[in-house]
C-alpha cells in the first residue's frame, strides 16, 4: 500500500481512550523503524454513525484501521464495513477475547474500558497527560517550576513524543525549544538541575529528519531548517545551554522513544528528592 517513504496512517479505534492499540501499533511501529508512522486516535466509539464517519475519512485520507472494539455488535460492523470497502484493518482483541472465552468456557464481559478503572492512578496519568500538552514546545515557561522531568533540546530530539510517553507513565513533563535566536527562559537554569533532561543528536541524523519533515509537509528541503550550517549552530548553542545548567544530557540519534525514557526514568529514579 506504500512503497514510498510517505507516511502511513494508522487509524487507532476504540470504545474507551484508545490507549491499548496505540500502544501495541506503537509497538509495531518500532519494527519500521525510521518508516514514518502517524496514530490517530478515534476514541469513544459507541455507535454504527461514529464507524461510519470514520470510514468516509478512510476513504478520503488511506489508512491502516486497528480497532480494540468489545461490543460484538460494533467489531462485526467495523470488520464487514472495512471489508466491503477494501481498507486495511486489524481487530487487536477479538482474537484473543474468542481463544480466552474458549480456554474460561465462558462468554467475555465485553465492557469497554474494563482495562482503566477510574482510581487515583488513572488520573494522575490523565492529568501528566494534560500537562505535557499545556507545557508542550515551550508554550508556558511556567511549567518548567510544577514540572517533574523538563526536556531541552533542539527542534526534533523527539521531546514532543517523550514527553507523551513519560506522561503515560505518569510523570509530569515541560518541554523547552533551544533556538540560537532565543534566549532559554531564566527560569531553567534556577530549578534542580536534576531535572533537567538535555537532549543533544548527531548533525546528520538531525538534517536527515529534519529533511524528511520538510517533505512530508510539502515544503524545499533546502530550506534554513534543514541547512548544514544552521543545524550545526543551534547544536553548539544547545551543548553551551545545557553545560551552563549542568544537566543530564542524552544523544538520542539512534535511539527509540522507548529506550531514551527508560535512561530519562533511570536518571530520576536516581536523582534524590526526584524518585
Known amino acids: 500500500m506504500n512503497s514510498t517513504n510517505n507516511p502511513v496512517i494508522v487509524y487507532v479505534v476504540s470504545d474507551a481512550i484508545g490507549e491499548t492499540g496505540e500502544s501495541v501499533v506503537n509497538a509495531v511501529a518500532l519494527q519500521f523503524y525510521p518508516a514514518p508512522i502517524i496514530i490517530e486516535r478515534v476514541p469513544f466509539v459507541h455507535d454504527k454513525q461514529e464507524i461510519d464517519r470514520l470510514l468516509d475519512k478512510v476513504s478520503k485520507q488511506q489508512g491502516v484501521i486497528a480497532f480494540t472494539l468489545v461490543i460484538p455488535e460494533l467489531r462485526d460492523y467495523l470488520t464487514t464495513r472495512a471489508e466491503q470497502a477494501g481498507f486495511a484493518f486489524v481487530d487487536l482483541l477479538g482474537p484473543l477475547i474468542h481463544t480466552f472465552e474458549k480456554a474460561f468456557n465462558r462468554k467475555a464481559s465485553h465492557l469497554p474500558g474494563g482495562n482503566h478503572p477510574l482510581d487515583e492512578d488513572y488520573f494522575r496519568k490523565v492529568e501528566a497527560i494534560e500537562f505535557a500538552v499545556k507545557y508542550d514546545d515551550g508554550r508556558d515557561f511556567s511549567g518548567v517550576v510544577k514540572a517533574d ?40 537554569f534556577r530549578v534542580p538541575n536534576n531535572k533537567v533532561i ?3 543528536i548527531d548533525p546528520d541524523k538531525l538534517n536527515a529528519i529534519r529533511r524528511e519533515r520538510l517533505r512530508t509537509l510539502g515544503l524545499a528541503s533546502n530550506a534554513t531548517y534543514a541547512n548544514a550550517e544552521r543545524i550545526k549552530k543551534e547544536l553548539d548553542f544547545a551543548r553551551k545551554v545545557l553545560d551552563r545548567i549542568g544537566c543530564k544530557v542524552i544523544d538520542v540519534s539512534n535511539r527509540a522513544v522507548e529506550e531514551t525514557a527508560s535512561l530519562v526514568l533511570e536518571h530520576i529514579r536516581r536523582s534524590p528528592n526526584l524518585s
Do not use: F, W
Open 149 to 188: 522531568i523538563v526536556l531541552v533540546g533542539v527542534s526534533r530530539t523527539s521531546k514532543t513524543p517523550l514527553s507523551m510517553y513519560l506522561a503515560h507513565k505518569k510523570y509530569k513533563v515541560a518541554n523547552v525549544p533551544l533556538v540560537p535566536e532565543m534566549q532559554p527562559p531564566d527560569i531553567i
Open 198 to 200: 538535555g537532549l543533544l
